[in-house]
């Protein structure tokens, strides 16, 4: 009989310490993501709050914690600050997720300048 797939759902998974092959404590699982080519992804908080993505090519193992192979395999996500609230938002965002603010991307600075 083959084995059965074990899915896992989104509340399982975030919350959870990511933890590498060191067994150093990497940050903790904010939340998935996924790319349009429809590969998953965990996104990863570190103790000073950047967010990185982790294919779920490089999960050793899910149990208590997540277990990655290596810290490196961790992909940096851009980002913007919002000047008034400080909270991190998408670098395609417009406007601030938190307080709402306009925000400026690096385009619109240097047309002001010019």
Same mark, same amino acid.
């Given at each position: 009989m083959p084995?059965? $797939?074990?899915w896992r759902r989104r509340e399982e998974i975030v919350g959870k310490e990511v933890i590498?092959?060191?067994a150093k404590k990497i940050g903790v699982?904010?939340?998935?993501?996924?790319?349009?080519?429809?590969k998953l992804a965990l996104i990863v908080e570190s103790?000073?709050?950047d967010e990185?993505?982790?294919?779920f090519g490089e999960i050793e193992r899910i149990g208590? $914690? $997540?277990f990655v192979r290596a810290k490196s395999a961790l992909e940096s996500v851009?980002?913007?600050?919002?000047? $008034?609230?400080?909270?991190r938002n998408l670098v395609e965002a417009k406007y601030c997720a938190k307080c709402g603010r306009t925000l400026e991307g690096k385009e619109e600075k240097k047309e002001k300048r010019s």
């Amino acid at each position: 009989m083959p084995a059965m $797939v074990q899915w896992r759902r989104r509340e399982e998974i975030v919350g959870k310490e990511v933890i590498d092959s060191d067994a150093k404590k990497i940050g903790v699982a904010k939340d998935l993501a996924w790319s349009n080519d429809g590969k998953l992804a965990l996104i990863v908080e570190s103790s000073d709050e950047d967010e990185a993505y982790l294919t779920f090519g490089e999960i050793e193992r899910i149990g208590d $914690v $997540v277990f990655v192979r290596a810290k490196s395999a961790l992909e940096s996500v851009p980002s913007i600050t919002c000047p $008034v609230c400080k909270h991190r938002n998408l670098v395609e965002a417009k406007y601030c997720a938190k307080c709402g603010r306009t925000l400026e991307g690096k385009e619109e600075k240097k047309e002001k300048r010019s």
